[in-house]
Nanobody, 127 residues
């Protein structure tokens, strides 16, 4: 029902910036959330950030607070992740995710609550 198309990954030097985009098609999510997760080599998939269409409320992992900003464009069904002050430890495959139902609060942090996923885009931060 829903397809997520990501773009914006690439190679950047430490301290640099990058913006990821994710476009959702097939349905509208005016009161739903969209989120970013990432998985680094040898690491478990971890939550990065999320935004709810309705609030809008935003959620961030402690590791990215103050550096990353998630935003949305409702008309375009698009979510963005602006990543500033990038560090080598931010290197990972970044995944866009969306739920098939409204979620709020703590469930926002867990990948199991998301039903649709993008293909993943590689972000590499060099030192």
């Amino acid at each position: 029902q829903v397809q997520l198309v990501e773009s914006g990954g690439g190679l950047v030097q430490a301290g640099g910036s990058l913006r990821l985009s994710c476009v959702a098609s097939g349905r509208t999510f005016s009161s739903y959330a969209m989120a970013w997760f990432r998985q680094a080599p040898g690491k478990e998939r971890e939550f990065v950030a999320a935004v709810h269409w309705g609030g809008p409320s935003t959620y961030y992992a402690d590791s990215v607070k103050g550096r990353f900003t998630i935003s949305r464009d409702i008309a375009k069904n698009t979510v963005y992740l602006q990543m500033n002050s990038l560090k080598p430890e931010d290197t990972a495959v970044y995944y866009c995710a969306a739920p098939s139902h409204p979620i709020w609060g703590s469930p926002t942090y867990y990948s199991r609550n998301y039903d649709y996923w993008g293909q993943g885009t590689q972000v590499t931060v060099s030192s």
